[in-house]
């Protein structure tokens, strides 16, 4: 139901999908690259050690923890959303049906935090200024946003595939 990254190996660049529920990253893992771990569906948890770097989890679906090391130096966690350290920049994100509480700090939704969310509604942060590119790519449930007003650029393509979208609320 597991597996675990040998401790020798300091580099991911892809780990082979399987149905495993979780994934024991070692310690001494420095880099693994954005498709590392995207399409475990089955994923259930994760800890990320210090050092590691990691982006999309968007995939994992039926993620039920997401854990980071308090002495990790760029990644926080809250709700199983990731963010930078400091909470301003979400970077990526595991949501189910439930629109995702994201924090007030979050100034910048990063390339594909939502690709392929499927809650209906986003509102966004009051203090948000910045989606960057296919931030929410296929959320194809996605039919209202509540718009805030110091939103100051959207990139190209934050909202490509979002079919359903019927609203934006300003």
Request: charged residues 35%; aromatic residues 6%.
């Amino acid at each position: 139901k597991s597996i675990t990254i040998p401790q020798k190996i300091r580099t991911a660049n892809k780990i082979e999908r399987h149905k495993k529920k979780k994934i024991f990253v070692p310690k001494k893992l420095r880099k693994a690259k954005v498709e590392a771990i995207e399409g475990y569906g089955n994923l259930e948890r994760i800890h990320v050690p210090a050092g590691v770097v990691l982006r999309n989890l968007s995939t994992a679906k039926k993620m039920k923890k997401i854990t980071v090391s308090k002495k990790h130096k760029l990644y926080s966690v809250i709700n199983k959303l990731l963010y930078n350290k400091k909470k301003t920049v979400l970077i990526s994100a595991v949501c189910d049906k439930k629109s995702p509480k994201i924090a007030k700090t979050t100034k910048v939704i990063d390339l594909e935090a939502f690709e392929d969310a499927e809650f209906s509604e986003f509102v966004l942060p009051s203090r948000l200024k910045r989606i960057d590119m296919r931030a929410f790519e296929n959320a194809k449930n996605l039919r209202t946003i509540v718009w805030n007003n110091k939103i100051e650029e959207i990139n190209t393509g934050a909202f490509t595939g979002c079919t359903a979208l019927e609203e934006v609320s300003i």
